[in-house]
């Protein structure tokens, strides 16, 4: 059975200080969850305050982005090795919004599964359709291209330490959020690529999160979906109550 997972990604929010504040008040409140994977993913500079806070909790820690060299002259850049010295299990890789903002690519998304799974690490690997796409009945065909080209070449072990975010870009930020329907659909999809790709028991094992709009009064219809695992939350991970309600509602 797949243990659901909720992810909350802070994106370019929140100082140490209400990192701090908001992981604390969150790890009372869900203190006496069990039975459902949670992590936070708060920017770079308050990784390591907040991991200390959440030690010896149910909350692990993720990163939104890194880099794939080991180290080096690359300014600005973060290596995995330094994730994984404050503490990350998780990176986020491919969201959206790194793929639009910052010209991310299957191509570079994929380095960066290979330097994450090298350490050890878990990649939470983003994919998903414009609206565009979606209305010219393009969704299918894209989210396959980007699940063949990041991971193609990867072994059934390393797809399984991977958890794929269904995140479709009109669902996010925008309050409009796919039906349970739709998500359940385009999840199934990317099982069948799995399948195609790895083998039949790759794609039963693998989690797939949805994203976009997530909140605590959707996630419930969401989660009776048999092939969703968990959510990739934003907006409604930056207050530790909605937060909570949304893992404390995943429990399957
Ligand atoms: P949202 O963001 O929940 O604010 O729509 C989700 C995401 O971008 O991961």
Same mark, same amino acid.
């Given at each position: 059975?797949?243990?659901?997972?909720?992810?909350?990604?802070?994106?370019?929010?929140?100082?140490?200080?209400e990192?701090?504040?908001?992981?604390?008040?969150?790890?009372?409140?869900?203190? #006496?969850?069990?039975?459902?994977?949670?992590?936070?993913?708060?920017?770079?500079?308050?990784?390591?305050?907040?991991?200390?806070?959440? %030690?010896?909790?149910?909350?692990?820690?993720? =990163?939104?982005?890194?880099?794939?060299?080991?180290?080096? *002259?690359?300014?600005?850049?973060?290596?995995?090795? &330094?994730?994984? #010295?404050?503490?990350?299990?998780?990176?986020?890789?491919?969201?959206? @919004?790194?793929?639009?903002?910052?010209?991310? +690519?299957?191509?570079?998304?994929?380095?960066?599964?290979?330097?994450?799974l *090298?350490? %050890?690490?878990?990649?939470?690997?983003?994919?998903?359709?414009?609206?565009?796409?979606?209305?010219?009945?393009?969704? !299918?065909?894209?989210?396959?291209?980007?699940?063949?080209?990041?991971?193609?070449?990867?072994?059934?072990?390393?797809?399984?330490?991977? +958890?794929? =975010?269904?995140?479709?870009?009109?669902?996010?930020g925008?309050?409009? +959020?796919?039906?349970?329907?739709?998500?359940?659909? &385009?999840?199934?999809?990317?099982?069948n690529?799995?399948?195609?790709? !790895?083998?039949?028991?790759?794609?039963?094992?693998?989690?797939?999160?949805?994203?976009?709009?997530?909140?605590?009064?959707?996630?419930?219809?969401?989660? @009776?979906?048999? #092939?969703?695992d %968990?959510?990739?939350?934003?907006?409604?991970?930056?207050? *530790?109550?909605? !937060?909570?309600?949304?893992?404390? !509602?995943?429990?399957?």
């Amino acid at each position: 059975m797949r243990t659901p997972i909720i992810v909350g990604n802070w994106k370019m929010n929140k100082t140490v200080g209400e990192a701090v504040n908001l992981v604390s008040e969150l790890k009372s409140l869900i203190a #006496d969850v069990s039975g459902v994977e949670v992590a936070v993913a708060p920017p770079f500079t308050a990784l390591v305050a907040v991991g200390r806070e959440i %030690g010896g909790s149910n909350i692990q820690l993720s =990163a939104q982005d890194v880099f794939w060299e080991k180290e080096g *002259a690359f300014t600005g850049a973060i290596s995995v090795s &330094m994730l994984k #010295d404050t503490g990350c299990r998780f990176v986020i890789l491919g969201h959206s @919004e790194r793929r639009q903002v910052f010209g991310e +690519t299957d191509a570079s998304v994929g380095k960066k599964i290979r330097a994450v799974l *090298a350490e %050890g690490l878990q990649p939470i690997v983003c994919v998903g359709e414009s609206l565009e796409q979606r209305e010219s009945g393009k969704a !299918f065909s894209v989210v396959e291209t980007q699940i063949r080209g990041c991971l193609k070449g990867l072994s059934p072990t390393e797809m399984e330490a991977i +958890t794929i =975010a269904y995140e479709p870009v009109w669902a996010i930020g925008t309050g409009r +959020t796919a039906t349970p329907l739709q998500a359940e659909e &385009m999840h199934q999809k990317i099982r069948n690529v799995l399948k195609e790709v !790895f083998s039949q028991d790759t794609a039963i094992n693998v989690r797939i999160q949805y994203g976009g709009s997530v909140n605590a009064e959707n996630i419930r219809d969401l989660m @009776e979906q048999s #092939d969703i695992d %968990g959510a990739l939350v934003g907006g409604a991970s930056l207050k *530790a109550v909605s !937060f909570s309600r949304i893992v404390k !509602f995943s429990q399957k």
